[in-house]
């Protein structure tokens, strides 16, 4: 694998976590004989986490039936602090310390499970949609918007020529001139918002089911970490590609796994459902 895929892997895996946990929350229903600290044993979380993650006074107390929710968690590497963090995951570095039984001056260790508290009150994100759109001057086709079984508007981020990435990040590069505008592939919220340096300012974007969708070669970005948007959501603008040849979209997915799906198969596999 070329060394600059294991370098923006390391994005990827600071989006997902422990490959061992969940990379989002999850639930668990308890059941017969099952207690609090069965359950935290079986989700391989500290029981206070469980009970402070659920806001459960009492551990001793859960009903058969009762639906746990288990936080994400993550493994911190090397030069990760609770800043990084808790800017990446979108949530207040206090709730990130509170949960984590932490001291706001702790130093973290490689291999330590920090787990996420949740990102916010869902009923009011903040959402990046407010940006003005311009009306389009190109024809529209029928790759700009497909329309899964679900009902979920997947549309293509750029308007321009593309083909295959390859020896770099799979995925695909779009061809543009600077200052285009790149829209969201899809409905998800901001996970990264920040300069790398191969790919001019990426912007890393999940969506409900995991999905990870990365748009780099933009010289400004439009949204912030933590912000939620709508397919078709203008999140950045392109710039010159760092590694030459004018302004380039480079736009890759990656499924809640870590592995890398081609693009053209998602989008094709998208259209037919």
Same mark, same amino acid.
């Given at each position: 694998?070329?060394?600059?895929?294991?370098?923006?892997?390391?994005?990827?895996?600071?989006v997902?976590?422990?490959?061992?946990?969940p990379?989002?929350?999850?639930?668990?229903?308890? !059941?017969?004989?099952?207690t =609090?600290?069965?359950v935290?044993?079986?989700? &391989?979380?500290?029981?206070?986490?469980?009970s402070?993650?659920?806001?459960?006074?009492?551990?001793?107390k859960? !009903?058969?039936?009762a639906?746990i929710?288990?936080?994400?968690?993550?493994?911190?590497?090397?030069?990760?602090?609770?800043?990084?963090?808790?800017?990446?995951?979108?949530?207040?570095?206090?709730? =990130?310390?509170?949960?984590?039984?932490?001291? &706001?001056?702790?130093?973290?260790?490689?291999?330590?499970?920090?787990?996420?508290?949740?990102?916010?009150?869902?009923?009011?994100?903040?959402?990046?949609?407010?940006? &003005?759109?311009?009306?389009?001057?190109?024809?529209?086709?029928?790759m700009?918007?497909?329309?899964p079984?679900?009902?979920?508007?997947?549309?293509?981020?750029?308007?321009?020529?593309?083909?295959?990435?390859?020896?770099?990040?799979?995925?695909?590069?779009?061809?543009g001139?600077?200052?285009?505008?790149?829209?969201?592939?899809?409905?998800?919220?901001?996970?990264?918002?920040?300069t790398?340096?191969?790919?001019?300012?990426?912007?890393?974007?999940?969506?409900?089911?995991?999905?990870?969708?990365?748009?780099?070669?933009?010289?400004?970005?439009?949204?912030?970490?933590?912000?939620?948007?709508?397919?078709?959501?203008?999140?950045?603008?392109?710039?010159?590609s760092? &590694?030459?040849?004018?302004?380039?979209?480079?736009?890759?997915?990656?499924?809640?796994?870590?592995?890398?799906?081609?693009?053209?198969?998602?989008?094709?596999?998208?259209?037919?459902?």
């Open positions: 694998m070329p060394s600059r895929v294991v370098q923006l892997s390391c994005l990827f895996l600071l997902l976590g422990a490959a061992a946990l990379a989002a929350d999850s639930q668990y229903t308890v !059941k017969e004989g099952e =609090l600290f069965s935290a044993r079986r989700a &391989q979380v500290p029981v206070d986490v469980l402070a993650f659920n806001g459960l006074a009492d551990a001793g859960v !009903k058969v039936g639906v929710r288990v936080p994400a968690a993550y493994t911190v590497k090397k030069g990760d602090t609770l800043y990084g963090i808790a800017r990446v995951f979108g949530v207040p570095v206090a709730k =990130l310390l509170e949960l984590n039984k932490l001291a &706001q001056n702790a130093r973290l260790k490689v291999g330590e499970r920090i787990f996420i508290p949740q990102s916010g009150d869902a009923a009011a994100p903040r959402v990046a949609d407010s940006v &003005q759109k311009p009306a389009r001057t190109d024809t529209p086709t029928a700009d918007a497909v329309t079984r679900a009902g979920t508007i997947v549309v293509w981020p750029h308007a321009g020529k593309h083909e295959p990435d390859n020896g770099k990040i799979p995925g695909l590069v779009f061809f001139a600077p200052g285009d505008l790149v829209r969201s592939a899809t409905a998800g919220e901001v996970k990264w918002a920040a790398y340096w191969t790919r001019g300012k990426v912007v890393i974007i999940k969506s409900v089911d995991g999905t990870l969708f990365t748009y780099g070669g933009n010289a400004e970005l439009l949204v912030n970490v933590g912000d939620r948007v709508s397919p078709g959501t203008d999140i950045a603008k392109l710039g010159e760092p &590694q030459g040849g004018g302004a380039k979209l480079y736009f890759s997915i990656s499924d809640g796994s870590g592995r890398v799906v081609d693009p053209e198969k998602f989008f094709s596999a998208k259209s037919s459902s």
